[in-house]
C-alpha cells in the first residue's frame, strides 16, 4: 500500500454548544494544520500516488474556502459543532469529491482511500479516515 | 473511522536486563512524550470523539504516576524490561480500564481503539495498538 | 547567556482593520502556540535560570486568561489589531510584570530579559523580545 | 500490535520523465528524511520489538547507499522515476531482505510487517507498508 | 524587538568542491526549508512587523527562482560552494534587495535586520542574519 | 554573521537537590535532544561554517560520554544539580575545548560563539551561548 500526504493550514473562529465543551462554548478560533493522504495498492505509470501539484492546490482551495471565516455564520455548518474530528470528515469529503468528479486527473481514480489529520494545536488533533 | 489525539509527557529512569540492550543496560532515563490516539466508527451527538478534556486528564494522571520515578523500583514493574514498546502498551492499557470503568464519560463506551506512541527521542519512537 | 523555555498555547478569535490584512479582515481565529524565554547572566544557587513550575503555571494562567475568547469583544483590546507580534508583546508585558512583582520566585529577580514567540501555523510566526 | 520506528535521512539529485512532474522534470534534488517502522504482534523475550541498535545501524546503511548520488546515473534507477512512494519502496523491501537474511538478529524473524515513510519537504510526504 | 518569520522550501542538486565535503563532492541534491525573519523595533501603525503576504510571497518568488534546478548549472553560483550557509546569504541579500527596492511595501522600510535560517534536514541547518 | 548547527541527544538518569524541583528530586531521568550551533563572521575558503562532519562527531562524542549513565554517579557531576541549563554549559565548554585544542579542523579558530540549546520535552527547553 503507498500513500502521499501534502500539508496546508486555515484559520477560522467558531463556537461549540453542549455542555461537553467548557469554555469552548464561547466564540473562539482556531490554526487547523491539515495532513491530506491518499492511498493506492499500486503506484501508476509514472511511478507515483497521484499529481501532488494537483493534489496540493486542491487541498488548498478548499482550505481557502474555509479560512478567515467564522464558521458559525457559514450556511454549511449552520447550528453544527464543527469539531476538529467533524472538519477532518469535510475536508476528506470534498477532497473524494474532487476525485470522483475528475478534478485531480485521471490516475486519481485509483485512489483507494484518504486520511485527513487536522492539528489543533502542538498537543491535539483529530483523523478521519474513509475509503473511495 | 475518527480519531482524536492528546500528547503529555513523563521523565523516568530505569536499566534493561539483556545484552541487546548494550550501554542501556546501565542506569539512565528517557524523557516520553506520549501520543493517546481514541477511535470510533462514527462521532457522538455532540459531534466529537471523546470528552477531549477528561482524555487530556486521564493521561495527565497516568504519566504522573510514571513520572519523576525509577521504574526500576516500582513494584508494577519489578524484573520487568521497561522498553519503549512495552511502556506504550501500559498507558494503553490504563487507558482502556479509565474507559471501560466509566472515567472518561458515558460517550467513551464507543471508543472501539487505542494506539499510544512513545518517542523516547527525535529519532527513535514505539507504538502499540490495541481493540477496546 | 542562559535561557530557558516553556511551551503553551492558546486559541482566540478576532479580526482585524486595514487594508494590508486582506481577508483577515473579516473574524477569523488562530491557535497561538507560545514559547516563553526568560533569560539570565548566571545561574542561581540551585543551577537553574527560574523555577520552571513557576513558569509554566504563570504562561498557562497568562494564556487561559486570553483562550477560548473572541479578542475583538475584550476591553483590553477595544480598537487594536490583535496581530500575532502584537499579542507576543502583551504576553511578554505580563511575564515581566509578574517577575517585577515577586510572583515567579526570589530567584526571578535575577532575569534581564524575556522572549515570546508566538506560532500562528506551520510556517508563520512572531516574535518579542525585551530586557527587565 | 506493537511497533517501533527508527529515523535516517539521505541527500540525492535526480530528474523525473513525464509532464506531470513539471518543473521537477529539471536535474534537482531533495533530502529525504526516512521513518522506518517494523511491526509485530507480541513482544519477544526482551520486550522489544526488535534490536532498536541493529535497526538503526542497518537503516543508516541503507541511506549512505543512496546517500549523495545523483540517482539518474544509479545502475539499479536506469530509467525509473525515483519518486518519493517509490523511493519508500525501495527502502522497505532492503529492509525486509535484511530481516528474511537473518542480518537483523534471530527475533526480527517474528516482524509481520515494516512501513517506511520518506519526509520530502515539511509539507510533502509518502509511505509505502509491506507485510513480511 | 519585534520579529516575523514566514516558511518556504526549494529543491536543488548541487555538488562541492574540496576535501572537506567528503561523499558530498559528488553531485546529489538537498531539501531546503527555508525560515526567513524580519527585525524591526518598533511595529508599524497597523501593528504590524511587515505585510506577511507581500513577505510570504516574496520568500516564495526566491525559493521559486532557486527550485528544481542543478545549481551546478546556474551562471550564479559557477564556481561557488552553494554550501547551506552561502544559500542562506543569498536568500537574505535577496529579500535585503527587495525591501530596499520597496517591493515589499513603504512599512518595510523601517526592517532593521534579516535572518535566514535554511534546514537540510531534521538534524542539520545554517542561518545567515544581516542588517539593513 | 553564520552559523551552523547539528543536532544528536542523550539519555541520563539524574536527581535534583533543592525544594524548589518538587517531585524531580527524586530520581528520574531524560532525554536531551542537543543543538549545537557554531558562529562566525565571514565564511572561510571553502564556503562554510565549520566542517560540520567534524563537528557532528565532536558532538557525537560528547554526547556519548554522557548517556546511558546515572549523573549523579559521575564523578565530574558530584554534588551538581545537572539542570537542563547547567548541561547546555557543560556541552558547551566541552565543545570549546575540542575547538581551542584543535580538534575539529584549522578553519574552527575563527568559531566565535557556541550555543547549546537541550531539549528535554516538547514543552521545555534551555539554551546556553558562550564566546570563544
Known sequence: MFS???RDHFMVAHSFTGEVFGPAQRLHGATFVVDATFRRTELDG????????????KLKSICGALSYRNLDDEPDFKGVNTSTEYLAKVIADRLAQAI???????SAAEI????????ESHIAWATYERTL
Chains 1, 2, 3, 4, 5, 6 share one sequence.
Open 46 to 57: 509514472d511511478n507515483i500516488v497521484i499529481d501532488i501539484g494537483l493534489a496540493g492546490a
Open 112 to 119: 483507494t482511500g484518504i486520511s485527513i489529520t487536522l492539528r
Open 4 to 6: 502521499i500526504t501534502v
Open 100 to 106: 470522483t468528479g475528475g478534478d485531480m486527473g485521471a
